[in-house]
């Protein structure tokens, strides 16, 4: 999928997703527009239960939304039936999640490399070997996950996540399990991508000091947009943008 000029990577429009009926119901989502360009790193911020996951998993094809469309590259990830919503989800949604959810078994280069073989792709070592290169892996593509630091699995799950090429990057607390000094690092990382090979990154964290590696914070609560704006790369900004949403 090449990227269009003045199409948004991402386009969410009027999402709503209600779990449960009736008395029960609970409004996950009640009415989110947001729309990123190509380039940008945003984190999402809100307290627990303010819709986070919900919005992670429709946007990556997990979940079907109530109302409301969401758009990747153009394309509307509701009219596509099963089998192309899944290879969508392979090709141009990279998943980081908080666990790194890499395969024991398999080393660095096998893990980097296992959506380009579900896709049937040839290249698939050569590719994983270049992204671990550019996540700063190279000299361990051999080593298999217990043999890496925290950090170092992650940045093998970046590499998997950037194999495809992805429009998207989606990143769900991605420096959740990270000591301060390697989350310090992924979520470096995370703006590198975007800032300097102008990947797209929407990534979910609790923590204001990484949020502030983005360029733009989305504040979430009770399933809306609270604020939405640019980040000036001071590690003060998220935590001011908190206070003054009531949400500290
Ligand atoms: N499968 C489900 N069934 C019923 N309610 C759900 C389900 N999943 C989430 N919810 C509810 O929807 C709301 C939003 O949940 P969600 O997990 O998206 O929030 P979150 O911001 O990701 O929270 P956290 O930061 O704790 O992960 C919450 O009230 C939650 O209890």
């Not at 908080?98 to 050569?126: C, H, K, M, S, W």
Request: charged share 25%; glycine share 10%.
């Amino acid at each position: 999928m090449s990227q269009q000029p003045d199409v948004p990577v991402l386009e969410l429009r009027g999402l709503r997703r209600v779990y449960g009926s009736g008395t029960t119901a609970v409004t996950a989502l009640d009415g989110v527009d947001l729309s990123l360009q190509e380039g940008e790193f945003v984190a999402v911020m809100g307290p627990s239960g303010c819709g986070k996951s919900t919005l992670l998993n429709l946007i990556g094809g997990l979940d079907a939304a109530d109302a409301g469309t969401v758009r990747l590259a153009g394309t509307e990830l509701g009219s596509l039936d099963d089998d192309r919503l899944t290879e969508l989800r392979r090709r141009e949604i990279g998943f980081v999640f908080q666990f790194f959810n890499l395969i024991p078994v398999l080393t660095a280069v096998e893990n980097a490399a296992l959506p380009l073989r579900l896709d049937g792709r040839n290249d698939a070592d050569e590719l994983a070997r270049h992204w671990l290169d550019r996540v700063g892996l190279g000299g361990r593509a051999n080593a298999r996950p217990d043999q890496l630091s925290g950090g170092q699995q992650q940045r093998v799950a970046v590499a998997r996540a950037l194999a495809t090429d992805p429009v998207l990057l989606l990143a769900d607390e991605p420096t959740g399990n990270l000591d301060s000094k390697s989350a310090a690092e992924i979520a470096g990382l995370l703006r590198q991508i975007s800032v300097e090979w102008n990947r797209t990154v929407l990534m979910v964290t609790h923590d204001p000091v990484i949020a502030s590696h983005a360029t733009r914070l989305v504040l979430m609560r009770d399933g809306r947009i609270l604020d939405d704006l640019a980040l000036d790369g001071t590690l003060q900004a998220p935590r001011l943008a908190l206070e003054r949403a009531g949400l500290l």
